[in-house]
């Protein structure tokens, strides 16, 4: 976690304001659009985050809301003003769709990461080999140096799990994650070997859910819940990711409920040690049979 807030906490910063000041003078977000010649969803992604601000168009949402105290508002466009700094993966922006940067922005200010994965080891605990296998099967059109970006951009992620202030990343993996044999059997060997060394890290949890344990929460769907320290706006987003788009859930409702599945895998999922390791460790030697 970065020791300063980085572009898109900035962005939640500002856009929880937004939304705070709009409410207040009983404005919908089609009004708000209509006075900046914008659509009522683009007001709704900017007040969420999602959307890169114009100096002008908040100026202007300023006035409306009325904002008149001059301290208050230089405070608010210096956001803006910050935001337009790039961040390391926007230079892969002709690889990487806005809505997944929008994710990985995200995730490097969250200060804790808790995700259920039904299929996959996740993105922050995959070596390169097994990275690379996993975005050929899904992208095959992708020429090889394409595939090799993205395995970079995987990588990168990656470091926010070392460092002065690495995140609390607890991941819960169904057995099948670690069954499905992806790419070669070495490289699915060497996986495994990184699932138990990350096990081993003081900022990584990792509990496996085994197919004995039945029908469970997490059946309909893989999920993360994203914690962030103090931004101004909500404390914990929940992502859930499909092939082409992503929801991002804030209400606290949501959350609350998306908790509560978190915490019914957590008890269906056996300890973190020493059974989880146990049996990925036996997943590793049915590899060599």
């Known amino acids: 976690m970065p020791s300063t807030p980085g572009p898109t906490v900035r962005r939640r910063r500002l856009g929880a304001e937004l939304r705070r000041l709009r409410e207040a003078k009983e404005l919908t977000v089609d009004q708000a659009g209509e006075h900046i010649?914008?659509?009522?969803?683009?007001?709704?992604?900017?007040?969420?985050?999602?959307?890169?601000?114009?100096?002008?168009?908040?100026?202007?949402?300023?006035?409306?809301?009325?904002v008149t105290d001059d301290e208050q508002r230089q405070a608010l466009l210096a956001l803006v003003k910050e935001n337009r700094r790039?961040?390391?993966?926007?230079?892969?922006g002709d690889l990487v769709p806005r809505w997944f940067q929008v994710y990985i922005g995200l995730e490097a200010e969250a200060s804790t990461i808790t995700?259920?994965?039904?299929?996959?080891?996740?993105g922050l605990l995959q070596t390169e080999d097994y990275a690379r296998a996993v975005i050929r099967a899904a992208s095959p059109e992708l020429p090889a140096h394409e595939v090799d970006?993205?395995?970079?951009?995987?990588?990168?992620?990656?470091?926010?799990?070392?460092?002065d202030q690495p995140v609390q990343l607890w991941a819960i993996l169904d057995e099948a994650v670690i069954r499905r044999h992806v790419g070669s059997p070495t490289v699915m060997a060497r996986q495994l070997d990184r699932l138990i060394e990350a096990a081993e890290q003081p900022a990584v949890t990792i509990q496996v859910v085994p197919f004995t344990a039945g029908a469970h929460a997490g059946?309909?769907?893989?999920f993360t819940i994203l914690g962030f320290p103090d931004t101004g706006g909500a404390s914990e987003t929940v992502y859930i990711e499909a092939p082409t788009g992503?929801?991002?859930?804030?209400?606290?409702?949501e959350v609350r409920r998306y908790e509560a599945w978190m915490n019914q895998l957590r008890s269906s999922a056996l300890a973190p040690t020493p059974n989880t390791l146990s049996i990925i460790k036996a997943a590793r030697e049915d590899l060599q049979r």
């Open 246 to 253: 992503s929801l991002y859930l804030e209400k606290q409702a």
């Open 219 to 222: 059946m309909m769907a893989s």
């Open 86 to 92: 790039p961040a390391w993966w926007h230079s892969y």
């Open 149 to 163: 970006r993205a395995v970079e951009v995987r990588m990168n992620r990656q470091k926010i799990l070392t460092g």
């Open 37 to 66: 010649h914008r659509s009522g969803p683009t007001i709704s992604r900017m007040e969420t985050g999602q959307f890169r601000f114009v100096l002008r168009n908040v100026s202007d949402l300023l006035d409306l809301y009325g």
């Open 115 to 122: 995700t259920f994965e039904s299929l996959l080891v996740p």
